[in-house]
């Protein structure tokens, strides 16, 4: 989670304190407020004719950046500039969705920029691996994913929709007595996120690596993308941006002319080809930050190029790695460093 003004971590249950510290105006440059004497710099906002999406001042890169700075480590809190001052997709939690899902869209709000928030919590996720969990079951979901729309309320939000769970039924990941509800979850989530009427709604459409892109098509339609904003690419991967647009187009020929949105986030120097195959998606060595986020794609079906995947958070624990999703400080140098 995120740190309150003062750098102190907040964790777990403490989300309310973490929806507090994102609305505290004088935690961010944005406002004009004075920082302490000795303070680092506060992280502000991209112009909006770049990116119109909400840079978080309390994200991990940020605390990162401020911590080395403080440190006086100078040439590395310049490489995690290069991350901590992005807008990177805000995974909204299990435990406090309502609260989470309105701190990040009035905060995104306050600061005239528009929230990416990620929902990752479909029922049998990630099919047992690294990321396992998920809601305990259809009904829990749908509950929470009420949540979450209350919390979005009428501010603009750009949400991705359930990484992997489409893909992972089309190659029997996820096990065969669950593609029923997981259809009727997905369409359900669909269809209560849109009713916020400013809320943009991408369904997740698995990556241009992936062997099996000719069986997705139905599968999505099923999932309810007809009914949603677009479909999203290339998520938490490292396929190439130009991969990801030829997958999109034919993903988007094949369901209706919808628009896509790609995740950019660590694609610079496109998939890692060595070691495990099974393996190469998690923690590759090598990899770089790709296209900064902006829906100035000059393609007309890319709606955005997105930090979907937080750069600098683990996939998992591999290659050294901590558990999925905590910061790896070696990991985000080294992105940083690879990129031109």
């Not at 005239?112 to 809601?135: E, K, M, T």
């Not at 009904?139 to 949540?147: G, M, Q, T």
């Not at 939000?157 to 029923?180: F, Q, S």
Request: charged share 25%; with cysteine.
């Amino acid at each position: 989670m995120y740190g309150s003004c003062t750098g102190r971590v907040r964790l777990g249950a403490a989300a309310m304190g973490v929806v507090a510290a994102l609305l505290l105006a004088g935690c961010s440059s944005s406002d004009g407020g004075k920082q302490p004497q000795g303070a680092a710099p506060a992280i502000g906002q991209q112009p909006k004719e770049i990116s119109p999406f909400w840079v978080n001042p309390e994200g991990k890169a940020a605390q990162a950046f401020a911590s080395r700075l403080r440190d006086g480590d100078t040439a590395n809190a310049e490489l995690l500039k290069k991350i901590a001052t992005q807008p990177v997709g805000q995974w909204v939690g299990a435990e406090n969705p309502e609260a989470e899902a309105r701190g990040y869209t009035e905060a995104a709000a306050k600061a005239d920029r528009d929230a990416v928030l990620v929902l990752y919590n479909i029922p049998h996720r990630d099919c047992g691996q690294h990321s396992a969990g998920g809601a305990a079951d259809g009904n829990a979901y749908r509950d929470w994913l009420d949540k979450v729309a209350k919390g979005i309320g009428d501010r603009p939000a750009t949400v991705i929709l359930e990484p992997d769970a489409v893909m992972h039924m089309v190659d029997n990941c996820t096990d065969g007595r669950y593609h029923e509800e997981r259809y009727d979850l997905l369409r359900g989530a669909v269809q209560r996120l849109k009713q916020q009427p400013r809320t943009k709604v991408y369904l997740d459409a698995g990556n241009a690596g992936w062997g099996k892109p000719d069986q997705i098509f139905e599968p999505l339609k099923r999932a309810g993308v007809g009914q949603a904003d677009g479909f999203a690419v290339n998520v938490a991967n490292f396929q190439t941006t130009e991969a990801s647009k030829e997958y999109g187009r034919k993903v988007s020929a094949n369901v209706g002319g919808k628009h896509f949105v790609i995740d950019t986030s660590r694609n610079g120097n496109g998939p890692y080809t060595e070691g495990d195959p099974a393996e190469r998606w998690c923690n590759p060595p090598g990899r770089a930050l790709g296209e900064t986020p902006t829906t100035d794609t000059g393609d007309p079906l890319v709606d955005a190029y997105l930090w979907i995947k937080r750069p600098g958070e683990s996939d998992g624990d591999c290659k050294g790695g901590p558990k999925a999703g905590d910061w790896f400080p070696e990991y985000a140098l080294e992105l940083a460093r690879n990129t031109k």
